[in-house]
């Protein structure tokens, strides 16, 4: 069964910082790799996927995740955070539709 | 264009009490699921459909029921509801199970007393 390990339960980066969240997954196949994100009391939103191709995946708000097979890891990364990137951000691997999702980040910005 | 819509958003229950958390997509998309997501552990599946008529198991589906009489509904029901059911409830759906990309409701926090 596949697994995804994200190691940093609370970051915190100063607004204009960058930012790098980890994901490792456990997976025999090439997986479908997702990043979510879950702003207070609200639900969960694709910000990138990646199925295949280029491993640098670009998503929305200016993220980007970069897919290493050889390190079973699809990090998260955003080169300059803004105070409303304050969320709890979710890596996920898909496989025949079911999503396993990592126990998330939670990311606190300050000013 | 109303996407995934969860109701209600907040129940309290008594345990031994049942509900049925409501769950429908107006996308057209075969594949439904329910996940409950609980502090550290993210976002485990309880339940999915591929289709209207045909659901299946996911990884913690004790204490929950769910049927597909409809592509827009998806109803999950609590049939003797417990205080480990506490949990914050996820409807999503994807256009089939290979395309992946899930549309997340907001919600509904349950509440177990």
């Known amino acids: ?111 | 264009n109303a996407g995934v819509t969860q109701t209600p958003k907040f129940q309290v229950l008594k345990t031994g009490q049942s509900m049925t958390l409501q769950c429908a997509q107006d996308m057209n998309h075969e594949y439904m699921s329910w996940y409950r997501q609980d502090p550290g552990m993210g976002l485990r599946l309880i339940h999915y459909s591929v289709g209207a008529g045909i659901t299946d198991q996911g990884e913690v589906p004790n204490g929950y029921n769910v049927s597909r009489s409809t592509t827009e509904d998806f109803p999950l029901r609590l049939l003797s509801a417990a205080p480990s059911q506490t949990s914050v409830y996820f409807c999503a759906s994807s256009y089939d199970r290979q395309a992946h990309e899930a549309f997340f409701g907001q919600g509904t926090r349950l509440t177990v007393v």
């Open chain 1, 1 to 111: 069964a596949q697994s995804v390990t994200q190691p940093d339960i609370h970051i915190t980066v100063s607004e204009g910082a960058s930012l790098e969240l980890r994901c490792n997954y456990s997976y025999g196949a090439t997986p479908y790799l997702f990043w979510y994100v879950q702003s207070p009391g609200q639900g969960l939103q694709l910000l990138l996927k990646y199925f295949s191709g280029d491993t640098l995946v670009q998503g929305i708000k200016g993220f980007e995740a970069e897919f290493k097979r050889s390190q079973s890891s699809f990090n998260l990364r955003k080169p300059s955070v803004h105070w409303s990137d304050a969320a709890e951000y979710f890596c996920a691997v898909g496989v025949t539709g079911k999503l396993s999702f990592g126990a998330g980040t939670t990311v606190t910005v300050r000013a």
